[in-house]
């Protein structure tokens, strides 16, 4: 059974399928449609402080994928994982916090959720979201 994909906040999908590729769209933290979290990755700030983001962001990227699945297929292997974080100039452990998306992929995916990676870090992002994730799987039946 799916899940209720997450809104689109613009003119595009949750996620596109491409033979067995699945991109997802960029994902905020955003449960129906309204953002958990609004502000600036902070230094100043714990790590965990910004986890139930970075979770929410991830989940709605796999359920994206998800979606777009057949009877019978499953996420073979995540590809790609970009985890871009809206942070402050001195914010430095960007790998940190995209490590809660991929411990989540591999809580719910075992090994074929860990692919490679990007922690980016960026001067905004829509709405003031501390957290965007975006991910690429392959499919297998």
Same mark, same amino acid.
């Given at each position: 059974?799916?899940?209720? $994909? ?10 596109? /399928? %491409?033979? $067995? ?8 933290? /955003? ?5 958990? +979290? ?9 790590? =965990? ?5 970075? @979770? ?14 057949? =009877?019978?297929?499953? &996420? ?14 001195? %914010? @430095? +452990?960007?790998?940190?916090? #995209? =490590? %809660?998306?991929?411990?989540? &992929? %591999?809580?719910?995916?075992?090994? #074929? !959720?860990?692919?490679? /990676? #990007?922690?980016? !870090? ?5 709405? $003031?979201?501390?957290?965007?994730? +975006? ?7």
């Amino acid at each position: 059974m799916s899940k209720k $994909n997450p809104i689109p906040q613009g003119k595009y999908v949750p996620a596109t /399928r %491409f033979g $067995n590729i699945i991109y997802t769209a960029g994902m905020t933290p /955003r449960k129906d449609g309204v953002l958990i +979290q609004s502000e600036k990755v902070s230094a100043n700030k714990p790590l =965990d402080y910004y986890k139930d983001s970075v @979770l929410q962001a991830m989940s709605n990227a796999l359920i994206a994928a998800e979606n777009l699945l057949e =009877d019978q297929e499953k &996420l073979e292997k995540v590809l790609s994982l970009n985890v871009y974080v809206n942070a402050e100039e001195d %914010f @430095l +452990q960007h790998t940190a916090l #995209a =490590d %809660f998306a991929s411990e989540y &992929l %591999f809580e719910v995916l075992g090994d #074929a !959720g860990i692919g490679s /990676r #990007a922690a980016i !870090g960026i001067a905004s992002l829509p709405g $003031n979201a501390p957290i965007e994730i +975006q991910l690429v799987a392959g499919v297998s039946s």
